[in-house]
């Protein structure tokens, strides 16, 4: 983060509030961050008896068994959202794990979906081909009005109306097709619609799975898959990239809104732009040096953003010499002449091709680079290759981890996905701005904390993800942690409670032989309803002693209504990332209607 606390938030920055991701080898971005800041290959090799595809293809010399696998592709967790079983084995992979990505989403920013009144755009990428491979199409003439639901389900068009839908939203709903490019282009048109003021938020990603599941791929000698499984970005021995499955969501709104808000802010969107090859592309499918450069410069005059101050170019980097020289060389033309003064590094070594989510990997890894103030390796980076002429451009292979000092004084990425068909995308960030100075937590003030679930087992989970959190964080504030669990979450039937005076008594009561001022749903005490004042939204405590908060703990873990944001009115709190509900879910597919 920026040193200064004194910032002007420009009306075309968008913060970044809230992430998901679940991608090879991490389920969490937290996880995935460990991925990258330990150099580790999360891309697969493959057994022939885990591989569903043709026999004849699986002996194929030619054939390469490493995949990118998404262990959670067939599990979903429906009972959260109010879906049946029949609906949720209708729905493609895709549209499940996009629907519970926007819901970690916009649980990490601290939002309920319950006390939402603003218009939320829906923004999301998937692969067409998914619904086909998933199950044939509905046949309604012969299937008659229930087909009418399953279609619903079945369609890619449907993903982003769906996740509003079973979210209790309203707002925009698109579903975005442009091929790997797809998750950039979401972000683009989510950004537009805030600045636009068409939404007041707005979740933006991809979800890609590539069916069967899990898969190897054919090696073509000159094309952009792998000839051994491994993905090398800039190395001159590099063969291409392994496919892989994922999903990538991110809560958007603009900066000046999300400060005033009190939310946290991952990073800033300072500029997004889109363009096409079309007609004018060296090869249909290659990137074409003069439009992609063209992309990238326009990001970057969009926001504002003079080339010299962005340090960080997360690139496409398929790791095929060819791609990787062509946007090298795109790239250069758009920061100019400067030198050596640029990280460039490349997520695909680690997570292989995530097609239309594949720019959503390398989004969260710069944007967690802006927040951690770290640059990760570009794993299997050997033999830097010298057809790329790195000391004659702005770039600097990111080949070991390393603090992350810029010379310009402040920290900016630049992302680029491009996607097969002549789409180019690029994204420039910038690291958050300094919170505003604060005084002291009050110490020893009882404060409320709240969680609820759908039963008890993941209650009982929810406890131990939230102490284990706080026990890694201790920098965390308990007037934080409360003011996101009160008012960032969906209240759901069983509940527990905690009146706290410190961090250290929130942990002790999350832990499984708490003993104090805690209640559950299952063994609270009594509570006279009539004693409570009444605002429209909920019971309010008499007070804000402990005794007060112990009597409207234990209403509300037994079914009445609280209203926390006048718990809230002294303003103290901010939301802070906190872990998001732990779904419960379970096998759905099916391969006919």
């Not at 209790?168 to 097709?177: F, K």
């Not at 680079?369 to 451009?393: C, G, K, S, W």
């Not at 009561?509 to 909920?538: N, Q």
Request: glycine share 10%; aromatic share 6%; hydrophobic share 40%.
């Amino acid at each position: 983060m920026t040193d200064s606390p004194e910032q002007e938030y420009d009306p075309g920055d968008v913060a970044v509030i809230g992430m998901s991701l679940r991608a090879p080898g991490a389920r969490t971005k937290e996880q995935f961050w460990d991925v990258l800041v330990h150099g580790r290959e999360t891309v697969s090799f493959l057994a022939k008896e885990d591989i569903h595809v043709d026999e004849t293809l699986i002996h194929n010399p030619s054939y390469v068994r490493a995949c990118g696998v998404l262990d959670t592709y067939d599990r979903f967790d429906p009972s959260v959202f109010g879906i049946s079983d029949r609906m949720a084995a209708a729905m493609t992979p895709e549209n499940r794990l996009y629907l519970e990505s926007a819901w970690e989403s916009l649980e990490d920013g601290g939002y309920d979906p319950d006390r939402l009144t603003a218009e939320i755009g829906m923004y999301g990428a998937n692969n067409p081909q998914t619904a086909a491979l998933y199950s044939s199409p509905p046949d309604r003439a012969s299937v008659g009005p229930e087909a009418i639901e399953a279609s619903l389900a079945w369609s890619p068009d449907s993903m982003t109306s769906n996740a509003l839908y079973y979210m209790g939203l309203t707002g925009e709903a698109v579903t975005v097709a442009a091929v790997c490019a797809g998750f950039h282009y979401a972000v683009h048109l989510a950004c537009q619609s805030l600045l636009l003021g068409q939404s007041d938020m707005a979740i933006a990603g991809g979800a890609m799975v590539r069916l069967p599941h899990p898969r190897g791929h054919l090696w073509e000698e000159n094309r952009i898959l792998s000839k051994d499984g491994h993905c090398r970005p800039f190395d001159a021995n590099g063969t291409g990239s392994a496919l892989s499955s994922g999903v990538v969501t991110l809560l958007l709104k603009p900066l000046g809104r999300a400060v005033a808000d009190r939310d946290h802010v991952y990073a800033v969107v300072r500029g997004s732009a889109v363009n096409n090859n079309g007609v004018s592309a060296m090869a249909y499918g290659l990137a074409q040096p003069e439009r992609l450069s063209a992309c990238i410069a326009a990001a970057m005059e969009v926001g504002g953003v003079s080339p010299d101050t962005v340090s960080m170019y997360e690139a496409n980097g398929l790791g095929l010499p060819v791609t990787d020289e062509l946007e090298v060389h795109a790239a250069t033309m758009a920061f100019g002449k400067r030198t050596a003064t640029a990280s460039i590094g490349g997520v695909k070594g680690n997570v292989g091709h995530g097609g239309v989510v594949s720019g959503g990997f390398g989004t969260v890894k710069a944007a967690l680079a802006l927040y951690h103030r770290t640059l990760p390796a570009t794993i299997n980076l050997t033999e830097v290759n010298q057809d790329l002429d790195f000391p004659n451009t702005p770039f600097v292979p990111q080949i070991e981890g390393a603090a992350w000092e810029p010379e310009a004084g402040i920290r900016r990425a630049g992302i680029t996905s491009l996607g097969g068909g002549g789409y180019n995308a690029h994204l420039v960030l910038e690291e958050p701005p300094a919170p505003a100075g604060r005084a002291p937590e009050e110490a020893g003030r009882p404060r409320l904390a709240t969680l609820s679930a759908m039963d008890d087992d993941a209650l009982a989970r929810q406890r131990t993800r939230l102490r284990e959190w706080l026990e890694a964080r201790p920098e965390l504030r308990l007037d934080d942690v409360c003011f996101t669990l009160n008012l960032g979450r969906k209240v759901m039937g069983r509940r527990w409670a905690a009146v706290v005076r410190s961090r250290e008594e929130l942990i002790a009561a999350l832990s499984d032989d708490a003993r104090g001022p805690v209640a559950s749903t299952a063994a609270a005490p009594r509570t006279d309803p009539g004693s409570f004042s009444r605002t429209d939204d909920g019971i309010v405590p008499s007070g804000q002693d402990a005794p007060a908060l112990t009597d409207l703990a234990a209403a509300w873990v037994t079914g009445l209504q609280v209203d926390f944001d006048a718990l809230h009115r002294d303003g103290a709190g901010r939301r802070v990332p906190l872990p998001a509900y732990p779904f419960q879910p379970r096998r759905f597919w099916r391969t006919d209607w």
